[in-house]
């Protein structure tokens, strides 16, 4: 079946630093991919996404570049914030699918 | 334009006891899901709804019955709660039944079964 392997957490950067998530997927068709993120206390929020390959999905100053050949979304930025301590989802919908997918989610501390 | 609610926010039973918790969207979407999230296993789907008047089980449905009321409406029931449903639950509801469209998250119930 379907499934979003994504790198285990916690990641913690010092503010500045470069950001990269990887995440990878297995999946029948053509997916559309998405990065959602946690804030403390709160519920999941849409980051990001990209619907066929080769899109870019940015917004917030994160990036991902769906990659058909290496069936990768990896998540990065460029300089991050101590507002950007969350956690990450990788996750992926499946044309005509009811259900999305997630990975297990990567963690982000960063330090000012 | 509230999105996705849940409630309640915190809930604290015991063994054996029941409850429900409850979901709606105002979007006036289809498709409503429910999700349990565990340190380290991500957001596992327990069960959802493709419309109103369906529901299916997803990755780990034991132990939850759901109701889908009306288009609205989504509630997820623990007839006989157990340690191991220690979770934050999430409801949510794409936008669309097509791929490419996002999910939108309620704020989540963090329940604690002792």
């Known amino acids: 079946g379907d499934s979003v392997t994504q790198m285990e957490g916690p990641v913690t950067l010092s503010e500045e630093a470069f950001l990269t998530i990887n995440c990878t997927y297995t999946a029948t068709g053509y997916p559309s991919l998405f990065w959602y993120v946690q804030y403390p206390g709160e519920g999941l929020q849409l980051l990001l996404k990209a619907t066929k390959a080769d899109d870019k999905g940015s917004n917030k100053g994160f990036e991902a570049t769906y990659r058909k050949e290496t069936t990768s979304f990896h998540l990065e930025k460029g300089s991050v914030q101590v507002s950007d301590s969350a956690v990450y989802f990788c996750?992926?919908?499946?044309?005509?699918?009811?259900?999305?997918?997630f990975g297990a989610g990567t963690r982000l501390f960063v330090k000012a | 334009n509230a999105g996705v609610t849940q409630t309640p926010k915190f809930q604290v039973l015991k063994t054996g006891q029941s409850m429900t918790l409850q979901c709606a969207q105002d979007m006036n979407h289809n498709s409503m899901y429910w999700y349990r999230q565990d340190p380290g296993m991500g957001l596992r789907l327990i069960y959802y709804s493709a419309s109103e008047g369906t529901t299916d089980k997803g990755e780990v449905p034991n132990g939850y019955n759901v109701s889908r009321l009306n288009k609205r409406e989504f509630s997820l029931r623990l007839e006989s709660a157990a340690p191991s449903q220690t979770s934050v639950y999430f409801c949510a509801s794409p936008g669309q039944q097509s791929g490419d469209t996002e999910a939108f998250f309620g704020q989540g119930t963090r329940l604690t079964v002792v």
């Open positions: 996750a992926l919908r499946n044309t005509g699918g009811f259900k999305t997918i």
